[in-house]
């Protein structure tokens, strides 16, 4: 059974950090697209950032660029986020995400991953 467990949100004050982890389990392919996708309130859910984890290639929204930093850690499937430079835009319910093979394009489209996990809330106050 595939399992996706987010852990790491909470309230920040603007220009604070964060950070996310997602631990995978039930896979029978380690080799996945990865990442982080978010969702505001009365948004839709964007893309955050994407690994795959066959390689470690990257894929950043434009919005996080410079501010946040994916990584995995294969021995325990587990992905991270690392947030800095917190901004109230920021704020939104992050959701760990799960494509099975190579992140293809475009991969900020959420109707193409398989698995999501439940969720974190991250608050950023001005």
């Known amino acids: 059974q595939v399992q996706l467990v987010e852990s790491g949100g909470g309230s920040v004050q603007a220009g604070g950090s964060l950070r996310l982890s997602c631990v995978a389990s039930?896979?029978?392919?380690?080799?996945?697209?990865m990442g982080w996708f978010r969702q505001a309130p009365g948004k839709e859910r964007e893309g955050v950032a994407i690994?795959?984890?066959?390689?470690?290639?990257?894929y950043y929204a434009d919005s996080v660029k410079g501010r946040f930093t994916i990584s995995q850690e294969n021995a325990k499937n587990t992905v991270y986020l690392q947030m800095s430079s917190l901004k109230p835009e920021d704020t939104a319910m992050y959701y760990c995400?799960?494509?099975?093979?190579?992140?293809?394009?475009?991969?900020?489209?959420?109707?193409?991953?398989?698995?999501w996990g439940q969720g974190t809330q991250v608050t950023v106050s001005s």
């Open positions: 039930g896979f029978t392919n380690s080799r996945n697209c």
């Open positions: 995400a799960v494509r099975s093979g190579y992140c293809g394009f475009p991969w900020g489209s959420a109707d193409k991953y398989n698995y």
């Open positions: 690994t795959y984890t066959g390689a470690r290639t990257r």
